[in-house]
């Protein structure tokens, strides 16, 4: 117990650096902007799903922490959050998660998302000309208690992260590997 006492701590004192900040970024369109393609897959049709992987998210870690998964194959994800936080289960690369971590800390500034939960009306508002709702394929936001749905087409052998990118969450260690490998039989 002490461990995980030490971990919600770090996690809360990262979190609170990062938010307190008061990081000065510029406000882009959130929606449609994490560069889909063969890279990391696609959106999946869940009558079409292959299997089902269940992730629960706390608030430092995912469970499962790796996943491995055959391209080609489409993955329904049931995200739930255990956690007293508002988290994010995303899909992507390293560099996609940089670029989002970025876009995360502008909806912050704007009040759009907190720690705890997401304000729908801030939303919906215009922010400068730009809009900025969360409405990415690979990615959704989970607020304490609740559980979302994901589905995925993984369409290339490759290496990706699912990632939480509120402020703070992802230096706190919330992220964890998946291997996109070859289909078996694939020969090559």
């Known amino acids: 117990m002490p461990v995980q006492l030490s971990k919600s701590l770090a996690f809360a ?4 650096t990062i938010a307190g900040a008061g990081v000065a970024l510029a406000a882009g369109s959130h929606s449609g902007g994490h560069g889909h393609g063969p890279a990391i897959g696609e959106p999946g ?15 430092n870690y995912f469970e499962p922490e790796h996943l ?3 391209a080609g194959e489409t993955v329904r994800f049931v995200v739930k959050n255990d956690g007293e ?6 899909l992507g690369t390293a560099a ?18 907190t720690p705890t939960g997401i304000d729908h009306e801030k939303m919906q508002m215009d922010h400068g000309g730009h809009g900025m709702e969360h409405d990415d394929a690979n990615s959704v936001l989970v607020e304490p208690g609740a559980t979302k749905e994901l589905v995925w087409r993984f369409t ?4 990706l992260e699912f990632a939480c990118n509120i402020p703070g969450h992802y230096e706190a260690g919330m992220m964890g590997e998946i291997d996109v490998t070859k289909p078996a039989g694939s020969g090559s």
């Open 13 to 16: 004192l990262a979190f609170s």
């Open 45 to 59: 049709d869940g009558a079409a799903a292959d299997r089902t992987i269940e992730v629960v998210m706390s608030d």
């Open 68 to 70: 491995t998964i055959a």
């Open 85 to 90: 936080f508002l988290h994010e289960f995303n």
């Open 96 to 113: 996609m998660h940089a670029t989002h971590q970025k876009e995360m800390a502008t909806m912050m500034e704007h009040g759009m998302i």
């Open 156 to 159: 290339a052998d490759t290496h």
